[in-house]
T-cell receptor, first 115, second 113 residues
Framework: DTGVSQDPRHKITKRGQNVTFRCDPISEHNRLYWYRQTLGQGPEFLTY????????KSRLLSDRFSAERPKGSFSTLEIQRTEQGDSAMYLC?????????????FGQGTRLTVV | AQSVTQLDSQVPVFEEAPVELRCNYS??????LFWYVQYPNQGLQLLLK??????LVESINGFEAEFNKSQTSFHLRKPSVHISDTAEYFC???????????FGAGTRLFVKA
């Protein structure tokens, strides 16, 4: 397994357009996370899946954001009607449960620029 | 709920000098603690972790961190840094029974020749 994979690596979009990002976690990991990282800040938690169930969403995740993990494998994060404030690095991570909460393994991220 | 404070946003240091990156956390429950490193244009990589047991943990590239419960700290140290250690370092905390990891704002380590 090559680790957590994210696609695309970079995305430039015009304000108001919709964008979708994909994350492929490490194959045996049943937990999947999305984080957002803005310049000069640490990653901020957005949402979390245990298998296909989305168990928590941050208040940072407005109604324009939606995430899915349809078969408990890959996940998508969609942003509708993008705004300049959505420009950030979107990080996906995965980890293994039901063992104790251990470290999350991160992908290289998708850098979104809204112009 | 947990929170993390990284006390220094930037740490410049000369090559082969020692360095300490400071991290303090807040939590009402026991915690797991992590240091992640992020090189330019790359994702986060786990550097080291404290889950239980010995309070001193080490990484394969010479970094170490010590869990100090009384001071709620998990400072990262290296006795002699290399140019290649230049990166952003994030301290993070999670609860053993929880699911999300909370990150500090990061410390940019800049190693000068």
């Amino acid at each position: 397994d090559t680790g957590v994979s994210q696609d695309p690596r970079h995305k430039i979009t015009k304000r108001g357009q919709n964008v979708t990002f994909r994350c492929d976690p490490i194959s045996e990991h049943n937990r999947l996370y999305w984080y957002r990282q803005t310049l000069g800040q640490g990653p901020e938690f957005l949402t979390y899946f245990q298998n296909e169930a989305q168990l928590e969403k941050s208040r940072l995740l407005s109604d324009r954001f939606s995430a899915e993990r349809p078969k408990g494998s890959f996940s998508t994060l969609e942003i509708q009607r993008t705004e300049q404030g959505d420009s950030a690095m979107y990080l996906c991570a995965s980890s293994l449960s039901p063992l104790m909460n251990t470290e999350a393994f991160f992908g290289q991220g998708t850098r979104l620029t809204v112009v | 709920a947990q929170s993390v404070t990284q006390l220094d946003s930037q740490v410049p240091v000369f090559e082969e000098a020692p360095v300490e990156l400071r991290c303090n956390y807040s939590s009402s429950v026991s915690v797991y603690l992590f240091w992640y490193v992020q090189y330019p244009n790359q994702g986060l990589q786990l550097l080291l972790k404290y889950l239980s047991g010995s309070t001193l943990v080490e990484s394969i590239n010479g970094f170490e961190a010590e869990f100090n419960k009384s001071q709620t700290s998990f400072h990262l140290r290296k006795p002699s840094v290399h140019i290649s250690d230049t990166a952003e370092y994030f301290c993070a905390v999670s609860a053993p029974s929880g699911f999300k990891t909370i990150f500090g704002a990061g410390t940019r380590l800049f190693v000068k020749a």
